[in-house]
């Protein structure tokens, strides 16, 4: 059953709003002034289900991703570059500037003397474990991309690039479905539970205890224990704080320009005039830029949009099942799963993502049909 539902464009979008809704009504005592954003995000994931049936755009079934295997094709070659430019510019970040949860876990959003450039790359992290999987024949390769792909949020505290190194690994693996030790649930199941106990960790280190929050929280959230609420708080508090501002009216388009505008002021909400109940939580959905820039009109517009790019994904891998063409599938699947918590698709930096997917292709054309040795370099297609 479950497998059937990846294939659902819905499944990606509606149901993490469900999530997230359920989330904010276990997590928080309820007003009345919230109740527009709970029908907002209500009315979203049932049009959002509702369009999946209307449209019937399905991924393509899923015996057609069985055995996926890119390496030794041209675009396979160029996806091996960039995985290992990207590992390069890990190492920089490594070693260049301190480590923050060695060095000091409160510098985790501390990017002076460059490191913000080198971070560009850096933070494509989470490509390392799906390229390790669809590139390499290596199975020490693999799992050393693997590794680093894991390893490398944990040290910078980016539980966001975790989360996307472990869907995207994840993904893969259940997709690819290929008989090894390393496709199994065997496998799978204890990193997606390390994933969420690591989550929870590196909550505690970035912001230290959730005692004394100004925020109207449940007493099933009370009693949870520590690691708990930390999850339960991530779900929930971006549509939480989108409520709040909805009913506040709040308007500021300058964070929906800093997001979609490269280098036009910070598009961070801390520290700001934003009237958020407890401004140390101050995640908002990828909606909330919208929201205070458009209203709620606009906030629906940039739902219907974000499915119609996941729509867009999908259909690419319905033509061919390229390297490049997964890529994109799957940054936008994570985003859109990820659209409930933190702004990341409609930000100049996810359309340069997928600029880069779309140069693989163009890349890849130019490579020679024969390899140094002699050997040839086989067929891109299925």
Not at 106 to 123: E, K, L, Q, V, W
Not at 126 to 140: E, I, T, V, Y
Request: charged residues 10%; proline residues 5%.
């Amino acid at each position: 059953m479950l497998l059937t539902l990846l294939r659902y464009p819905s499944f990606y979008l509606a149901f993490p709003m469900i999530i997230a809704l359920t989330g904010m009504i276990a997590s928080f005592e309820l007003s009345i002034d919230v109740l527009g954003g709970i029908l907002f995000f209500a009315i979203a994931a049932v049009a959002i289900v509702a369009l999946d049936f209307i449209l019937g755009v399905r991924l393509p079934q899923l015996q057609s991703f069985q055995g996926m295997d890119f390496s030794g094709t041209r675009q396979g070659l160029v996806a091996v570059l960039l995985c290992w430019l990207v590992a390069a510019f890990c190492v920089i970040d490594l070693t260049a500037f301190p480590i923050p949860l060695i060095v000091d876990p409160s510098s985790y959003a501390t990017f002076d003397g460059g490191r913000n450039h080198i971070r560009h790359i850096s933070n494509l992290s989470w490509l390392l474990p799906p390229l390790a999987l669809l590139c390499f024949k290596s199975r020490a390769v693999r799992i050393a991309l693997i590794t680093m792909g894991l390893i490398f949020p944990l040290l910078v505290i980016d539980r966001n690039r975790l989360f996307a190194a472990l869907f995207s690994l994840v993904l893969t693996f259940v997709l690819q479905r290929k008989k090894s030790p390393l496709h199994s649930w065997k496998v799978i199941a204890p990193l997606l539970l390390a994933g969420l106990a690591v989550f929870s960790l590196l909550g505690a280190i970035r912001s230290g205890t959730l005692d004394g929050l100004a925020l109207p929280l449940s007493g099933f959230f009370q009693n949870s224990p520590e690691g708990v609420k930390w999850l339960l708080l991530y779900v929930s508090a971006g549509v939480y704080n989108f409520s709040c501002i909805m009913a506040k009216g709040y308007h500021n388009a300058s964070f929906l320009y800093a997001q979609l505008i490269p280098f036009d002021g910070s598009a961070e909400t801390l520290g700001t005039d934003i009237p958020l109940d407890a401004p140390t939580i101050n995640v908002g959905t990828e909606f909330f830029p919208f929201l205070m820039a458009l209203g709620w009109g606009g906030a629906m517009l940039s739902v219907l949009a974000l499915y119609g790019m996941l729509l867009w994904s999908i259909v690419l891998l319905r033509d061919d099942i390229a390297v490049w063409r997964f890529l994109i599938f799957l940054r936008i699947a994570y985003v859109s799963i990820m659209s409930p918590f933190a702004p990341q698709a409609f930000t100049w930096t996810n359309f340069g993502f997928v600029a880069i997917c779309l140069t693989i292709p163009i890349i890849a054309h130019f490579l020679p049909e024969r390899t140094a040795e002699g050997g040839l370099i086989r067929d891109d297609g299925r």
